[in-house]
């Protein structure tokens, strides 16, 4: 079981997750790279009091590749 306190850190990571990916949603454009895509959503998660603690987890080199890969595993 997990406390009110806890429960209130999940909600506030999970709309930071949610956030994070609607904002890297907005940078793809023709010419833009993965890298420089990683680089922002990476700031936007530091600047949000956050870390991506996924980063190489799994063989992942970026915490978008993460991300993204698991929202498209929760959409299947």
């Not at 987890?57 to 929760?74: K, Q």
Request: proline residues 3%; negative net charge.
């Amino acid at each position: 079981m997990h406390d009110k306190e806890s429960i209130g850190h999940m909600k506030a990571a999970c709309k930071l997750a949610a956030r994070v990916l609607e904002y890297a949603g907005t940078l793809v454009k023709p010419s833009v790279t993965t890298d420089e895509i990683d680089k922002a959503v990476h700031k936007m998660i530091i600047d949000a009091g956050g870390y991506p603690s996924l980063l190489g987890y799994g063989g992942f080199a970026c915490a978008m590749e993460f991300l993204i890969l698991t929202n498209c595993r929760m959409e299947t």
